[in-house]
C-alpha cells in the first residue's frame, strides 16, 4: 500500500543572480493507493499529478524539494527504496512517448524475455514486425502501446500509468485500461493518472479530483455517473466539461503556481466562494463516503 | 475555400537503397513488406464545413495531417488549396496542431519566442487561450503538456491561417480545459472563417465540434 500524506513539493528556481524564488506546485495533497485497486487521478492539466507520479518514484529534477509523508507498505519511502524498487516493485507508464531511446528498436525496449514480449505485443495488437522498428517510425498510438508494454512487462507492485491512453482508439484504450484492471486483481496497486474520466469511470475504483497542486475531492468511481453525486464544485465542473455533458466550461484558469490565493485554491473561480473561503483553506473531510475539500459541500 | 488532396502515395520505403546489396537492409524492406501508409487517398474539405477524422491507432491520419500541412512530401499525388499547390516558402496556410506538443516546440527556446514565431497575438488572445504572462519566460520543461499545447494553438492561429488540422490535440488536456480551448478555437474559425479538420479518437468529441466525419480508410480507394 502507498500512502501519501501532505505531501508538498516546491522548486526552487533562480531568477537575476541572487534572486532566489520558491515555487509551490504541489501543497497538502493527500492520496492512498491500495493493493487490489486501481485509484484514478484526475483534474486540471498542470495540477501536479506527474510532478507526483514522479515524487513516488523519485526522478524529480534536482531542484525540487518535498516535505511530508511517503510511505509504502508502512515504511518510508527514501531514495535509497525508490532506486531499488522502481523499474522493479514500481512501474511507470510514462506521460511522454520521448521516454521511448530514440535509438533502440522497440522490441528491444519492450523486451524481458523473448516471450513475454510476444504476448505484450499481441495483448496490444502490435504486429511482430513493430518490433523492429524504430520510435520515430511509430505512430502516436503504437509508441503509447510501446510504452505500456514496457512498463508492464515485468510484475509491478505499484503501477503508476500517467495517461496511457491519449492517441489509442477507444477499443485499445479499453485494452489496455482490462490490463491495468487484471493487474490489480492480481495484488498491483494502480495509480492511473488520466483525463479521460469516461474511461475512469469504468475501469478504476476510486477517482481523486487534483485542483492547483491539491487534491479537492476522492470519490467512489460511480460518482462520476451523476452530476448531483459529485461533492466539491470543480469536480461537478469537470463534469459538466465532458462533450457528453454539455461540453460547458467554467470561465477563468487554474492559478499560477507563484500566486495561489491564500484560502480556497478554487475560490477564485468559484460561483459558491464566501470570504471564509477567501480566508482559510477548506480542511478535507469525509462526506458520503468520500473526502472534500469544500466548505459548502453537502 | 477548399483543401483538396489528389491521389495521395506515401510509404517510408527505402527504395533508394535498392543498390545497397547489404542482407540486413532487405530483410528489414521485406519485413515492412515496403507497405505504403497512404496509397491512393484523395480528400476534399471546404472552409464551411468542420470535418472530423477517425481511424484506428497506426493507419496514417498523423501521416495525412503531416502531407496537408506541408510537413511531409508525398511521393506521388498533390495537395491543393483553391486549385494551387501548397506554397514552397513562407508562411502556409494550412497549420498542423500535433499530438504531442513537446515534440512541436523548441526546447531551447524560452515560450515567448516560440509563441511569436509566426505571429504576435495581442493580450485578449493569449488571455481567452488561457495563457499566463509570466509563462512567456520559462522554457519548455517547466510546463504541462496541456500549457504547451495551448502556445502551439496560438501558434498555429496567425492572421494568414486559413485551414487548421488538430491532430488530437486535445487529448492530454482536463475536460475543462478542452471545452475552453475548443470554445475558443471554434469561435476564432468561426469569426475568420477557417476551415478545420480534426484527427481524433473521441466519438463524443467529433459529434460535439464537428458537422461532418470521414473515417480514414474510405478516403483510400
Same mark, same amino acid.
Given at each position: ?34 493493493? $487490489? ?23 524529480? #529534477? ?86 505500456? $508494454? ?5 510484475? #509491478?507492485?505499484?503501477?503508476?500509468? *500517467? ?6 482508439? /477507444? ?26 474520466? *469516461? ?44 462533450? /457528453? ?16 490565493? /491564500?484560502?480556497?485554491?478554487?475560490? #477564485? ?11 482559510? /483553506? ?17 | ?18 543498390? =545497397? ?45 503531416? =502531407? ?36 512541436? %516546440? ?57 485551414? =487548421? ?10 475536460? =475543462? ?19 478545420? %479538420? ?24
Amino acid at each position: 500500500m502507498l500512502e501519501v500524506k501532505n505531501l508538498s513539493l516546491f522548486f526552487r528556481m533562480y531568477d537575476r543572480a541572487f534572486k532566489r524564488q520558491d515555487l509551490k506546485v504541489i501543497s497538502n495533497l493527500n492520496i492512498i493507493a491500495r493493493p $487490489g485497486e486501481i485509484i484514478a487521478v484526475a483534474g486540471s492539466s498542470g495540477s501536479g499529478k506527474s510532478l507526483l507520479a514522479h515524487a513516488i518514484l523519485g526522478i524529480l #529534477p534536482k531542484n525540487a524539494f518535498m516535505s511530508g509523508e511517503m510511505l509504502w507498505q508502512k515504511n518510508p519511502l527514501t531514495i535509497k527504496i525508490q532506486k531499488r524498487l522502481r523499474g522493479k516493485e514500481f512501474a511507470l507508464v510514462p506521460q511522454s512517448v520521448t521516454y521511448l531511446d530514440p535509438l533502440m528498436k522497440v522490441g528491444r525496449q519492450v523486451s524481458r524475455s523473448k516471450d513475454t514480449t510476444l504476448n505484450l505485443f499481441r495483448r496490444y495488437q502490435l504486429d511482430e514486425s513493430a518490433a523492429s522498428l524504430f520510435p520515430h517510425e511509430l505512430s502516436g498510438g503504437m509508441a503509447r502501446r510501446t510504452l505500456l $508494454g514496457a512498463a508492464l512487462a515485468g510484475n #509491478p507492485k505499484l503501477v503508476i500509468a *500517467d495517461e496511457p491512453t491519449p492517441g489509442l482508439s /477507444q477499443d485499445l484504450a479499453e485494452n489496455a485500461m482490462a490490463h491495468l484492471r487484471e493487474m490489480a486483481n492480481n495484488g498491483a496497486a494502480v495509480l492511473l493518472i488520466t483525463h479521460d474520466i *469516461d474511461l475512469a469511470l469504468r475501469f478504476a475504483d476510486r477517482i481523486a479530483v487534483f485542483y492547483a497542486g491539491t487534491t479537492v475531492e476522492t470519490a467512489n468511481a460511480q460518482d462520476f455517473a451523476n452530476e448531483s453525486h459529485l461533492r466539491h464544485p470543480y469536480s461537478k465542473a469537470l463534469w459538466r466539461a465532458m462533450p /457528453q455533458n454539455g461540453f460547458e466550461p467554467a470561465p477563468g484558469t487554474q492559478p499560477y503556481a507563484g500566486a495561489l490565493p /491564500q484560502g480556497c485554491l478554487y475560490a #477564485p473561480r468559484c460561483p459558491f466562494a464566501t470570504p471564509l473561503c477567501i480566508n482559510a /483553506q477548506p480542511e478535507s473531510r469525509h462526506l458520503r463516503g468520500g473526502e472534500v475539500s469544500c466548505n459548502h459541500a453537502d | 475555400m477548399r483543401i483538396e488532396a489528389k491521389d495521395l502515395e506515401f510509404g517510408y520505403n527505402n527504395n533508394n537503397n535498392k543498390n =545497397i546489396n547489404n542482407k540486413n537492409i532487405n530483410k528489414n524492406n521485406n519485413k515492412n513488406k515496403n507497405k505504403n501508409i497512404i496509397s491512393r487517398l484523395s480528400l476534399t474539405v471546404d472552409s464551411h464545413e468542420r470535418t472530423a477524422l477517425i481511424g484506428p491507432s497506426g493507419c496514417g491520419k498523423s501521416t495525412l495531417s503531416h =502531407i496537408l500541412a506541408g510537413n511531409l512530401k508525398p511521393q506521388s499525388g498533390q495537395v491543393l488549396i483553391d486549385n494551387k499547390p501548397l506554397p514552397k516558402h513562407g508562411f502556409c496556410p494550412v497549420q498542423l496542431i500535433c499530438q504531442h506538443p513537446e515534440k512541436a %516546440i523548441n526546447p531551447r527556446w524560452k515560450l515567448g519566442k516560440t509563441l511569436t514565431e509566426a505571429w504576435s497575438p495581442d493580450a485578449q488572445f493569449l488571455e481567452a487561450m488561457g495563457i499566463e504572462k509570466a509563462w512567456l519566460n520559462r522554457y519548455p520543461v517547466e510546463l504541462s503538456g496541456g500549457e504547451l499545447q495551448r502556445f502551439c494553438i496560438a501558434r498555429a492561429l496567425a492572421p494568414q491561417t486559413s485551414f =487548421i488540422i488538430a491532430d488530437e490535440m486535445s487529448t492530454m488536456l482536463d475536460m =475543462i480545459t478542452q471545452a475552453q480551448i475548443w470554445q475558443a478555437l471554434l469561435r476564432i474559425a468561426d469569426e475568420r472563417g477557417l476551415g478545420l %479538420i480534426a484527427v481524433t479518437h473521441s466519438m463524443e468529441l467529433a459529434k460535439r465540434v464537428c458537422s461532418r466525419v470521414i473515417e480514414f480508410e474510405s478516403l483510400m480507394e
